[in-house]
């Protein structure tokens, strides 16, 4: 007999579950960043709001990385419903305090998800989530120098000018 | 060529070799499922609340639409745990034939 489940269902269940949830982890991440763009947009921070449209479009392109991963496996991926993201915010620091919250809570469970490969011996998707791994790491390091920023400026009126003309400027060039 | 899976009382799922498609007989209808359609019609079958549908005063039948081949299926209670074991047992015997077969890929390159 034919080994049909080999075939045209290449992952383990457990794994389409987890890799379905990460989906609907990143979708909800894209609408949170939207939703800080939109809180910085109409206060006046808009390198901010820049920064967490980008923010919003990375997130959008994990979702589409991950989706489509499970299609090319001939499995189901599941379109996510997403949930109300927090639209109101004390200040812009405050932002970004969720936004790394939210990069450690994102990282853990791509870490869970690579526990899981090990689990079942799926060598394909542990090499698959590897760049999910990495790309944490740049995203974790970005979010906490954001915050960093504060602590050396301040956040009085002209500390946050002075933010505003740093954030986009902020990335990961991790040493080669 | 077909080749029987799982067998319950009054239904049972066949493998077409050559299509890789399965064959669901129920009361002498015949529904044919791609991997992918067996999938998702199993995962309708195991969200069905039973209990619901005990309690409801309508009659205790459920109505599944199958999209694969349009047609729909109208179960009683009795019959959707009849679908459950054979779904279940069906895909433990697909994953059962799985382990094997790794073991038998071994052997594609003999030498
Ligand atoms: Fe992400
Ligand atoms: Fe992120």
Redesign the pocket.
């Known amino acids: 007999m034919k080994d049909v489940l080999r075939r045209h269902h290449v992952l383990k269940d457990e794994i389409v579950n987890i890799i379905n949830r990460q989906i609907k982890m990143?979708a909800h991440?894209s609408a949170a960043?939207l939703a800080m763009a939109a809180w910085c947009d109409v206060r006046g921070y808009d390198n901010s709001a820049e920064f967490f449209f980008r923010?919003s479009e990375?997130?959008r392109k994990?979702q589409l990385k991950l989706f489509h991963y499970l299609c090319d496996m001939e499995c189901d991926a599941i379109s996510p419903s997403i949930g109300d993201s927090q639209h109101e915010f004390g200040t812009l620091r405050e932002v970004f305090e969720k936004a790394l919250e939210?990069?450690i809570a994102?990282s853990d469970s791509i870490h869970e998800i690579v526990g899981e490969t090990r689990k079942y011996n799926d060598v394909a998707t542990e090499e698959f989530m590897k760049w999910f791994v990495q790309?944490?790491i740049e995203?974790e390091y970005v979010a906490r120098r954001a915050l960093e920023l504060f602590d050396l400026l301040g956040e009085d009126k002209i500390a946050l000018g002075m933010f505003e003309e740093r954030i986009l400027n902020v990335e990961y060039n991790g040493r080669d | 060529m077909q080749e029987e899976i799982f067998k319950t009382k009054r239904a049972s799922i066949k493998q077409c070799e050559l299509t890789d498609s399965f064959l669901l007989t129920f009361e002498r209808e015949e529904f044919v499922f791609k991997l992918c359609d067996l999938f998702a019609f199993r995962k309708k079958i195991m969200a069905l609340d039973l209990i619901a549908l005990l309690e409801s005063s309508a009659p205790d039948v459920e109505i599944i639409h199958l999209p694969n081949c349009d047609r729909f299926l109208v179960l009683s209670l009795k019959e959707i745990l009849e679908f459950r074991e054979l779904l279940n047992g069906t895909f433990n015997t697909l994953a059962l034939n799985s382990a094997v077969r790794r073991i038998f890929r071994r052997n594609v390159f003999n030498f």
């Open positions: 990143e991440s960043y923010q990375e997130e994990h939210h990069e994102v790309e944490q995203e």
